[in-house]
């Protein structure tokens, strides 16, 4: 048996004037919970999880009691012996009923391409994608700061004689105070909710506009599904020194004063986020270009795209 397995689940101590079930943790409680629950549905005897999980029995009935607080390696292990993921032990939304557990069987091991298409497919559906006439004549610029969105994006705006809107002042117009504000008072959670508000009071009013919206809007799914729904977005892309030298260039050393691995730390918001800006429908790439050149580039591919749609 390996001991260090073993050693990873932990009992939780009790007081001698506690009883015990007042003493368990809900969330071990829930977890075990579901280790019974799925170990049952396999058909699976305790002890046969435990052989399979290379963990004692008596600490699988610790785990199931709720008593034991295993380490992620043991969870991994649990949950290898009884045939599930990782998420379905430690109860992930997908795994709450069983349509959603045959729809994730549906969606995975599927390429890029094929979950786009039935991301899309799904929208239509449920009727929150594709069924906007004037999705096309929105369009909404994405990408990290410094991209240019709000410089090119009035210039793309004056060009097709449309409203420009700038997400970011519309944020601070619900609030009542600035981007920075809302982070320190209110949190990003509360910054969240006013950023998709501002998104969904642009779409109802505006059928034409441009949009320049924040770099993080692509980190919250909902918001960001609004925004392809109801929005022809376009990636403003730029090598990651390009972006830290714009934003130098407006007179902000912020980025650089606040830390010495700034542009490693850049270079990983890039990287963690262009997974979703690639999601857009246009990408352009501004990187060795003048401001002429990169809203040429940008003018001609939203014209393009605007014909094709319209």
């Known amino acids: 048996m390996n001991e260090r397995a073993d050693d990873a689940v932990l009992t939780v101590p009790t007081d001698a004037n506690t009883p015990a079930e007042e003493a368990k943790n809900p969330l071990l409680v829930a977890l075990g919970e579901r280790v019974r629950n799925l170990r049952a549905r396999r058909g699976l005897t305790r002890k046969a999880v435990a052989q399979a999980a290379n963990v004692s029995e008596r600490h699988l009935a610790n785990l199931e009691y709720g008593i034991g607080n295993a380490s992620i390696l043991v969870l991994q292990q649990v949950s290898t012996a009884l045939q599930c993921s990782l998420a379905e032990l430690v109860g992930d939304v997908t795994t709450l009923s069983p349509e959603w557990l045959l729809i994730r069987e549906l969606l995975e091991h599927r390429g890029e391409a094929d979950l786009r298409r039935a991301r899309i497919a799904l929208g239509e559906l449920l009727g929150t994608a594709a069924g906007d006439p004037a ?71 505006y059928s034409e506009v441009v949009i320049a919206t924040p770099g993080g809007i692509v980190s919250d799914p909902a918001t960001f599904n609004q925004l392809l729904a109801h929005c022809t977005t376009v990636w403003l892309q730029a090598a990651p020194e390009e972006h830290m030298g714009r934003v130098a260039a407006q007179g902000d050393t912020r980025p650089m004063a606040a830390s010495k691995e700034a542009m490693d730390d850049l270079r990983r918001i890039l990287s963690g986020r262009a997974a979703f800006y690639s999601k857009a429908d246009v990408s352009v790439d501004t990187t060795g270009h003048d401001l002429p050149e990169s809203f040429e580039l940008l003018r001609t591919a939203v014209r393009e795209t605007m014909s094709r749609n319209g």
């Open 135 to 205: 999705r096309h004549r929105r369009i909404a610029l994405i990408g990290l700061r410094g991209a240019g969105k709000s410089t090119l994006g009035q210039m793309l705006a004056d060009d097709l004689e449309v409203p420009f809107i700038e997400l970011s002042r519309e944020i601070e117009k619900f609030a009542g105070c600035s981007v920075r504000e809302i982070h320190d008072l209110y949190g990003t959670n509360a910054y969240r909710r006013y950023e998709r508000r501002a998104l969904e009071e642009t779409v109802q009013i």
